[in-house]
Structures are given as C-alpha cells and as structure tokens.
C-alpha cells in the first residue's frame, strides 16, 4: 500500500506498534521475528524475546517494518474483544485528528508523557488499512491510557506503577463505523472523543451485534458458515412459582417417559391417564404453556454445549431453542489466511454486545465476523 498523504510518508499499520503492543504478542510471532533477526529464540523467554525484538525497532523504523511486515495482519488481534458503534457519518473524521493532533500523529507516533496518561484514552498514532483486506477507506486509531496501577513489594511498602496499556479502534469514516477492540471501562469512552472531533458532536450509538440475525448465535453462526458450539439462555415463560403437588406431577410425568424409553415392552404404561392427571394439577391456576417451557422456567440459566458437531443440528437444542432467551454462545468457523484454511472460536455475549477472539486470531478472521455483523 502506498502510504503517502499530500507528499508526506505515513504510518504503515507497524509503525503504530508499542512495547505494550510487542509484549503481548504470542509466543510463535516473537520467535519468528527473533528468527528474522539472526539471533536464537531457544531458552529465551517470551519476556526478553521482547525486549531484544524493541531494542531492534525501537528507533529503525525500516527495520520494524521488515521485521513486523509479515505479522502486520496479527499485530492487534491477539485475544481482543470488539464492539462496535454506529453513527450516520465520520467523513472527515481523519483530517480533524491531524488538523487537531499535529501531523505526527500520521507520520510517526505522538510521545505522551506518561505522567499526562490517565483512565482517559489519548490518540498517539494513526494508520491507514489496507485496502485488500479491510476494506475501502477504513482507517486505525490507537489509543494509550491508564488501566490501574502494578505493586511491586519492597522492604519500605509496594511501589505503586500506572498499568499502561493500548486500544485499536478501526474507523470506516463514510459509514459512520466504529469497531473498538477493547472491553474495558476506558474504551466505552472512545465513541464521547471522537465525537468531540465534530462541532455538532454526533450521537453514536452502540450497535446490537445480533440485529441483522434475528437476535440468536445460531443465526449469526450460519452467517458465518460455521459451527455453534455453545449456546446460552434463559426461560422466556415468566411462570408462578410451582408447589410441592405440582413439582410432584412434572416429576411423574418424567418417570413416566424415562420408564417407557428403558422397557421394551411398555404398552401397560398409561400415559393418558398421567397426563391428564398432572394437567389438572399443573394448570389448575395458570393457563396451559408447551410442558419443555414449563420444565425450563424453574431454571436461571440453561447451557447447551457440545464438542463434535454444532448445535444446530441436536435435537435437544431444536426442542429448547424455541423456550429460551438466547444470551449468546460459542461459535467456530474457517477463514483462509495465509493460503491455509484456518479455525477460529469466538464468544458470543448479547447482553454487553461484545464478541471475544479468545486465541491469537488475525485481522481477516476479525474482518469476517465484522462484516456478518454489520
């Protein structure tokens, strides 16, 4: 990608990387880099891997580009949470952070002393996306702030430092698109700054991550030609609380059928007659719901989970599907990165609208899941 605005070099998705970035990478990326770099990762920690990788890039940048140019798709997306904002437009969005922030904030990284960084993010760099794998006009902010403080024990008491930590948000400016990749208290502020770019302040609001897929995973899970492997939810019948005789009758019901299934001779059973007295008893103050519904209200929570095939085709879930809440769920699909067909899980969480890549996932898997939500 040509990484020029109005003659001047601009930030290469690399460039945007800190030490805080570097360190939190997985193992097998800084093994790789320390590959590149002529020296032996063996018997080296993840730490000091680190450390020798930053005091190569540090002040070379076309070194941190040769270096980081293969990962450049892994930099920002190992085990992040993404959400995501709506507004009806950003246009111009880029210009007023320059125009605002100095052209550093384009062509380099603006240092911020860390005794300015506070619960607050603080832009320090920005980078355009390429094309070919984000999209049209799609642009990467990178934010520092203050998450807590460190406590080192020493003889006097604990040593107080601020944890300092980075943000990736990616912009989609002429479709008013935010996908911030944090869940922290800190970045539900992100959205209130970039507004403050605008004279008007536009509202953005966040958006509900299954809207487009009838509020279930298992939508969203086709959507993504994938697997659901765990689904969670609540009773959608709000019913009285049962009694003793009540509670008695669901359980004969039970026995009943569990007796019917282990007997191979069980026409001497009368169901009808179990039934029908347990309807009586069931529905003499309430009015008459499906007997799975009636089951499931007595329970908080139900979780269906499984290891082989995805859910959609159990026929325990397609009989309490329709009973529950749906609040989210686990999710496997397949992207092709790198010319390999590669599996990714995330998690699903409807009521904080976020979605979490629990490994070491890549920008084209995150562009997927981005694109089946929007």
Not at 2 to 17: E, F, K, P, R
Not at 256 to 271: F, R
Not at 320 to 332: C, D, R, V
Request: charged fraction near 25%.
């Amino acid at each position: 990608m040509d990484n020029t605005v109005v003659g001047i070099s601009t930030n290469s998705i690399a460039d945007t990387l800190t030490f805080y970035d570097l360190q939190r990478l997985p193992k097998n990326i800084l093994t790789d880099v320390m590959e590149q770099m002529g020296e032996d990762p063996k018997q080296v920690s993840k730490q000091v891997m680190a450390e020798m990788i930053w005091a190569e890039i540090k002040t070379n940048r076309s070194m941190r580009n040769e270096l980081l140019e293969p990962h450049e798709l892994n930099l920002f997306t190992n085990k992040v949470t993404t959400s995501y904002y709506k507004t009806a437009s950003l246009k111009d969005l880029k210009e007023k952070i320059i125009a605002k922030e100095g052209t550093e904030v384009i062509t380099n990284q603006i240092e911020i002393d860390d005794e300015s960084i506070n619960s607050i993010p603080k832009i320090f760099s920005i980078c355009d996306c390429p094309e070919q794998i984000f999209g049209k006009n799609k642009f990467m902010l990178r934010f520092l702030y203050q998450n807590g403080f460190y406590y080192i024990p020493t003889p006097e008491g604990n040593n107080q430092i601020k944890k300092i930590q980075t943000i990736t948000a990616l912009v989609d400016e002429e479709n008013g698109i935010i996908e911030i990749r944090s869940n922290t208290t800190a970045s539900k502020k992100i959205p209130t700054i970039l507004a403050n770019y605008f004279e008007d302040r536009p509202q953005i609001d966040k958006l509900n991550i299954l809207f487009k897929h009838n509020e279930t995973t298992e939508n969203l899970a086709r959507a993504l030609q994938g697997k659901l492997l765990e689904s969670s939810g609540e009773p959608t019948l709000p019913l009285e609380d049962l009694n003793d005789n009540q509670v008695q009758e669901i359980q004969n019901i039970l026995d009943v059928i569990d007796i019917g299934l282990s007997q191979k001779n069980s026409e001497a059973i009368d169901y009808s007659s179990v039934i029908d007295s347990a309807s009586e008893v069931i529905f003499e103050e309430q009015s008459p719901v499906p007997f799975l519904a009636l089951i499931l209200a007595g329970l908080d929570k139900v979780s269906l989970k499984t290891f082989v095939e995805s859910l959609v085709t159990s026929p325990l879930y397609k009989s309490l599907a329709p009973y529950l809440t749906n609040h989210g769920g686990y999710i496997s699909f397949s992207v092709t990165f790198k010319s390999l067909l590669d599996e990714h899980t995330i998690q699903v969480a409807k009521q904080s609208n976020t979605i979490y890549f629990p490994g070491n996932s890549n920008e084209v898997a995150i562009k997927k899941v981005r694109d089946a939500i929007l």
